[in-house]
T-cell receptor
Framework: KQEVTQIPAALSVPEGENLVLNCSFTDSAIYNLQWFRQDPGKGLTSLLLIQSSQREQTSGRLNASLDKSSGRSTLYIAASQPGDSATYLCAVLMDSNYQLIWGAGTKLIIKP | GAGVSQSPRYKVAKRGQDVALRCDPISGHVSLFWYQQALGQGPEFLTYFQNEAQLDKSGLPSDRFFAERPEGSVSTLKIQRTQQEDSAVYLC???????????????FGPGTRLTVL
């Protein structure tokens, strides 16, 4: 059974710092991996989607990498801003079905 | 509309009451998913529709949970005889994919926060 783990559960850093969020999964037979942002009362927003054949995806200050063989993905946020404060979740879509398997998220606080 | 909408946004129910949660997917999206998210956890899959067909309901936690999408657009998740453990955020997502695997990018609604007292 696929298990997705995110470490740390919470992170607080000063504005301007670069930071890395981690996601690990136990079964490498994934179709893709997505990083989402969740703001209170605003639902989930997809940030980056990496297909299993890809190594990384970039969008603005965000860069996500995928190492399928080791079961790891990282989300790199450059020059963090207070507006980046949110909970970040990773989710994997398995080869075998259409269900997303989610981590519990990392709650990120960027201090001004 | 421009995105997935859900209503109500907040619902407080007394234990034993029935509730109905509505999801309006993005127009034209074939696939629709319901998820349950407990506090501090990631979402858990509940059920999946392709158009009006409910192809997978394996995630529904009990027979008190029922979902429908009769015309292939709006979907309703109904919970009968609510229990305290049903308290969670219920998320709806839709995707354009017409394939049964629903692998296209999913767009999520804001969720309905259900509190059962």
């Amino acid at each position: 059974k696929q298990e997705v783990t995110q470490i740390p559960a919470a992170l607080s850093v000063p504005e301007g710092e670069n930071l890395v969020l981690n996601c690990s999964f136990t079964d490498s037979a994934i179709y893709n991996l997505q990083w989402f942002r969740q703001d209170p009362g605003k639902g989930l927003t997809s940030l980056l989607l990496i297909q299993s054949s890809q190594r990384e995806q970039t969008s603005g200050r965000l860069n996500a990498s995928l190492d399928k063989s080791s079961g790891r993905s990282t989300l790199y946020i450059a020059a963090s801003q207070p507006g980046d404060s949110a909970t970040y979740l990773c989710a994997v879509l398995m080869d075998s079905n259409y269900q997303l398997i989610w981590g519990a998220g990392t709650k990120l606080i960027i201090k001004p | 509309g421009a995105g997935v909408s859900q209503s109500p946004r907040y619902k407080v129910a007394k234990r034993g009451q029935d509730v109905a949660l509505r999801c309006d997917p993005i127009s034209g999206h074939v696939s629709l998913f319901w998820y349950q998210q407990a506090l501090g956890q990631g979402p858990e899959f509940l059920t999946y529709f392709q158009n009006e067909a409910q192809l997978d309901k394996s995630g529904l936690p009990s027979d008190r949970f029922f979902a429908e999408r009769p015309e292939g657009s709006v979907s309703t998740l109904k919970i009968q005889r609510t229990q305290q453990e049903d308290s969670a955020v219920y998320l709806c997502a839709s995707s354009l994919s017409g394939t049964s695997w629903g692998r296209a990018r999913k767009f999520f609604g804001p969720g309905t926060r259900l509190t059962v007292l």
